[in-house]
Structures are given as C-alpha cells and as structure tokens.
C-alpha cells in the first residue's frame, strides 16, 4: 500500500461548480498536508499548506485535514477555467524534510 | 517565482551518453531536491542535499548520482543515460526550519528524452 493514494481523475466539471479532490494516507505520523496545483508543462506550485487537523481557507480554496480518518480534502468553489491544472497532495512527518506525494488529480474545468 | 532556475529546460540525448542537469537557486535555502515526473508514477525522488556536499538518495536513486558545491548549484548527473531515464526532472528547495513543515517550491522543469 502506498503512503498517499490520490484518485488520478480525470474530473470534469462546468464553470461554476464546487470542485472537490481528496487523499488518503496510511502514515498517522504525518503533520503536515500541502495541496500543490501544476499547470501543463509547468512545476508545482505550492496552492495550501495546513499543520496538522482542521479546515484553512484561501479565497475559494478551503483545505480539510481529518487525521483521526487520514484523509484530506481540497474543495474549490466557482470553479473556473483557470483551475484547469494537475492538483497534488503532499504531506511530511515532523522533522523529516522528505514529502509524500499523492500521483495527481487532473481536473477540466469546462466553460 | 521561488528564484529557481533549471538548465537546460528542454534536451535530446543518445542512449549511453553523460548528462548533466543544473539546478540554480537565489534563496539561500539548505535543502534542495531532485524528481523525476512520469504518467502513473507521479513525482518520485531520486536525490537530495541538506547542505553543501551533504547529500542522500531517494526512492529512485540507481543510475543517478548528484553533487552540491555551493548552496545555490544542484547537479543531477546521468552517468550513462537510458531510455528508461526519459522523464520531466524538476528541482526544488526548502528552508526546512524547525517546527515547520518542508514546504518546497519547485523550479520549471527539464523535459529530457534518451534516444
């Protein structure tokens, strides 16, 4: 079993809608959860950042953490062609400076 | 942009042959990474440094090796590339501070391909 399963997708959705992307992990030790979005042919880019359980907001960004379920969430409200990219979870135990990668989840946002 | 540059961006190469990748950061961050991206793998870490000629190996490691003579120089080497090495390598960094979490940021990418 990987340490982070992320379903690949892809997910299609009209403009407007709620898009709703999650992770699971199998690491209790993990603290810290990231949500990075990658444009095609682009690098990652560090989207959310959340320590440990609870919701954190960023616009229409809102990350969720359970820990108790080891699952996180990223929810991203009026969707727009603009978020068309590969969304990737990340997380790292404390004191360690390696991440787990979720593999990507690619999302269409159709106009 | 997290003022980090990769050379080159994009490179054709013959099976066999050495490569080198350069990975340039104006941060000053201690920690710098190598990946390697493919379809169904995701990222995957091949190498690592935490300071200057302090390195470590990944998860993808084998047929790869990396050298850090100064904070803002990472070098990805192939030695002899294969076709299997054909992927989009991406450096990042991180200032890693105690009691945060490692953050990294990640540079544009360099698409190689092994003939």
């Known amino acids: 079993q990987k340490e982070v399963e992320q379903d690949p997708g892809p997910l299609s959705v009209p403009e407007g809608a709620i898009v709703s992307l999650n992770c699971t992990y199998s690491?209790?030790?993990?603290?810290?959860f990231m949500w990075y979005r990658q444009y095609s042919r682009k690098g990652p880019e560090l989207l959310m950042y959340?320590?440990?359980?609870g919701n954190k907001e960023d616009g229409r960004f809102t990350a969720q953490v359970d820990k108790s379920s080891k699952y996180i969430s990223l929810f991203i409200r009026d969707s727009q062609p603009s978020d068309s990219a590969t969304y990737l979870c990340?997380?790292?135990?404390?004191?360690?400076?390696?991440?787990?990668f979720g593999k990507g989840n690619q999302v269409v946002v159709i106009p | 942009d997290a003022g980090i540059t990769q050379s080159p961006r994009h490179k054709v190469t013959e099976t066999g042959t050495p490569v080198t990748l350069r990975c340039h950061q104006t941060?000053?961050?201690?920690?710098m990474y190598w990946y390697r991206q493919d379809p169904g793998h995701g990222l995957r870490l091949i190498h690592y440094?935490?300071?200057?000629?302090?390195?470590d190996k990944g998860e993808v490691s084998d047929g790869y090796s990396v050298s850090r003579s100064k904070t803002e120089d990472f070098l990805l080497t192939l030695e002899s590339a294969t076709s299997s090495q054909t992927s989009v390598y991406f450096c990042?960094?991180?200032?890693?501070?105690?009691?945060?979490?490692?953050?990294?940021?990640f540079g544009p990418g360099t698409r190689l391909t092994v003939l």
């Open positions: 440094s935490y300071g200057v000629k302090d390195t």
């Open positions: 990042a960094i991180s200032e890693s501070r105690t009691g945060q979490g490692d953050t990294q940021y």
């Open positions: 690491n209790s030790a993990f603290q810290y």
């Open positions: 959340t320590y440990s359980s």
């Open positions: 990340a997380m790292s135990v404390y004191g360690n400076n390696r991440l787990a």
């Open positions: 941060e000053n961050h201690r920690y």
